[in-house]
């Protein structure tokens, strides 16, 4: 099928411009749409999530008007945020909330817009990332495996989805410290959700559970699985989003359709 030729620049990606009696040449809408659309493709953001927007991330929440009133003011907040990218104070994102709440679905929405404005992204989640980077260290692995690291570290715009849902070991700890720490010394772009606690998000990290005739609990923490270091490095480069606790966002994403 033959495509359209854009009627601004017939076609060769640049309009002439004629300003205080100077021609110039400025690019046109229509190759930035292409190269945004190319970014897009090679980004990897999963299929279940490729059509993720601001446009429709469900905020009813049946029969509670204050979670709905908390969702529309988050998605507001990750709209501005991807709006008005890139930040140089705080240049990431950190998604915080319990399973089901809707946290990938704002994450990857920034990150389209932000890839919409030309900067090129790139979404992990966060054990595929880590078991591509050690079977890097595998002889037999192939090219595209050693260099999983070098993107995660490299990468324009950082997309790490369900940060910490790994046991803890010392090489993980180490790993994911040496990949923020990069990022927050270099002013790297970091987008990540996570479905563990932080205090200092307003979580309750001691609670009584009510599987066990209201024993005391403790949680385990984001700064458990990644590290103290690693997590303070997150907090200082990141706006810190707490979703509101809600009914499953894919529940309520179906019921809303």
């Given at each position: 099928?033959?495509?359209?030729?854009?009627?601004?620049c017939?076609?060769?990606?640049?309009?002439?411009?004629?300003?205080?009696?100077?021609?110039?040449?400025?690019?046109?809408?229509?190759?930035?749409?292409?190269?945004?659309?190319?970014?897009?493709?090679?980004?990897?953001?999963?299929?279940?999530?490729?059509?993720?927007?601001?446009?429709?991330?469900?905020?009813?929440?049946?029969?509670?008007?204050?979670?709905?009133?908390?969702?529309?003011?988050?998605?507001?907040?990750?709209m501005?945020?991807?709006?008005?990218?890139?930040?140089?104070?705080?240049?990431?994102?950190?998604?915080?909330?319990?399973?089901?709440?809707g946290?990938?679905?704002?994450?990857?929405?920034?990150?389209?817009?932000?890839?919409?404005?030309?900067?090129?992204?790139?979404?992990?989640?966060?054990?595929?990332?880590?078991?591509?980077?050690?079977?890097?260290?595998?002889?037999?692995?192939?090219?595209?495996?050693?260099?999983?690291?070098?993107?995660?570290?490299?990468?324009?715009?950082?997309?790490?989805?369900?940060?910490?849902?790994h046991?803890?070991?010392?090489?993980?700890?180490?790993?994911?410290?040496?990949?923020?720490?990069?990022?927050?010394?270099?002013?790297?772009?970091?987008?990540?959700?996570?479905?563990?606690?932080?205090?200092?998000?307003?979580?309750?990290?001691v609670?009584?559970?009510?599987?066990?005739?209201?024993?005391?609990?403790?949680?385990?923490?984001?700064?458990?699985?990644?590290?103290?270091?690693?997590?303070?490095?997150?907090?200082?480069?990141?706006?810190?989003?707490?979703?509101?606790?809600?009914?499953?966002?894919?529940?309520?994403?179906?019921?809303?359709?």
């Amino acid at each position: 099928m033959a495509q359209d030729i854009c009627p601004l620049c017939n076609g060769i990606g640049f309009k002439i411009l004629l300003r205080d009696g100077i021609s110039g040449a400025e690019r046109c809408e229509c190759a930035l749409e292409s190269r945004a659309a190319r970014l897009e493709e090679q980004a990897g953001i999963p299929l279940l999530y490729q059509k993720a927007s601001f446009d429709n991330f469900s905020t009813t929440s049946k029969d509670n008007e204050m979670a709905r009133r908390e969702l529309s003011e988050i998605r507001m907040m990750v709209m501005t945020y991807a709006n008005k990218f890139p930040s140089e104070s705080q240049p990431g994102l950190l998604l915080i909330g319990e399973p089901g709440t809707g946290k990938t679905h704002l994450a990857v929405a920034a990150l389209r817009r932000i890839i919409d404005k030309g900067f090129p992204g790139l979404f992990f989640d966060y054990q595929n990332l880590l078991d591509r980077i050690r079977s890097g260290y595998n002889a037999a692995s192939g090219a595209s495996d050693r260099e999983a690291y070098r993107f995660a570290m490299d990468a324009e715009v950082l997309l790490l989805d369900d940060l910490g849902a790994h046991r803890v070991t010392e090489w993980v700890e180490d790993t994911i410290t040496s990949i923020i720490t990069y990022r927050c010394n270099n002013k790297k772009p970091l987008i990540a959700t996570t479905n563990l606690p932080d205090a200092d998000a307003g979580d309750a990290i001691v609670r009584r559970s009510p599987d066990t005739a209201g024993q005391i609990e403790y949680r385990t923490t984001l700064a458990d699985r990644i590290g103290g270091r690693a997590r303070s490095r997150l907090f200082e480069m990141c706006r810190v989003v707490k979703m509101p606790l809600v009914e499953d966002y894919r529940l309520r994403k179906s019921a809303a359709m």
